[in-house]
């Protein structure tokens, strides 16, 4: 795909990975559009975008909601006449053990609400971004290709039932879409990433970051930087597609 002037949906793009994609799009002078819930991170992501010279709009949205992916999405096609590429990257973590055990006891464990957060936002929404960017690629007639952003996760990581649940299905789900879809020329990939430098893990203390790097063969965490270029380059090889590539620095969990 020649990414010039093609249209570029991610979601959670007001920061971190999210923007970081945006970011590597628009160099590739791909014209934006951002959801995410906060309008001021948005608004920097877009500027940041035209900074560059392409087009940049965000759409405030909850993923989890479906009128508004909806709407969202018929905004980006009304606003620039067609949509070429759908990031699902909107995501959220509620860690807990499945059950905590103290002195031999069940003393809690992880709760339904926890549970039900992460599997809103991680897996329903990607569904309702896929689904609705795939529609709307399919009247347009152009093709164009679905990401997920899933996760080392998605092999199994304690304490993150809900997570890895969600992530492995968003893998899956690529691998689905892109049996489906190829019909109609449209792609479907997914990426998964290991631990990346953005703002949740570059706040640790260093003795607890030296405890996540510890297992990376590569020793370090990833630069989003790196995701966002193997987001291109899945957009840019159009014999890609129904495959997960993992970005992890060797880690397997």
């Known amino acids: 795909m020649d990414l010039k002037k093609k249209v570029v949906v991610i979601t959670g793009g007001g920061r971190g990975l999210g923007r970081a994609m945006a970011l590597a799009f628009a160099a590739e002078g791909a014209d934006i559009a951002v959801l995410d819930l906060d309008a001021a991170e948005l ?53 807990a053990l499945l059950v905590k055990v103290k002195d031999g006891e069940v003393v809690g464990g992880m709760t339904l609400a926890q549970w039900q957060a992460v599997i809103d936002v991680n897996l329903t929404g990607v569904f309702l971004g896929g689904r609705e960017a795939a529609a709307r690629m399919i009247r347009l007639g152009n093709g164009g290709l679905i990401i997920n952003i899933s996760s080392v996760s998605r092999e199994g990581n304690p304490g993150q039932t809900n997570y890895t649940a969600a992530k492995a299905g968003v893998a899956a789900m690529a691998v689905v ?17 290991g631990f990346c430098s953005t703002e949740i893990l570059s706040s640790m203390k260093p003795e607890a970051l030296a405890k996540v790097t510890a297992p990376v063969p590569l ?34 969990l």
């Open 177 to 193: 879409w892109a049996k489906e879809l190829a019909r109609y020329g449209i792609r479907s990939a997914a990426i998964a990433p």
């Open 43 to 95: 608004a920097e992501t877009c500027a940041l975008c035209q900074a560059q010279g392409v087009r940049a709009s965000a759409y405030p949205a909850n993923v989890t909601n479906e009128a508004q992916v909806i709407a969202s999405l018929d905004g980006v096609v009304a606003d620039f006449g067609r949509l070429d590429v759908m990031i699902n990257n909107a995501g959220i973590t509620r860690d």
């Open 219 to 252: 020793k370090r965490l990833g630069e989003p930087a790196e995701i966002a270029s193997t987001a291109v380059f899945i957009a840019r090889n159009d014999f890609v597609t129904g495959r997960v590539i993992e970005v992890d620095g060797g880690l397997r």
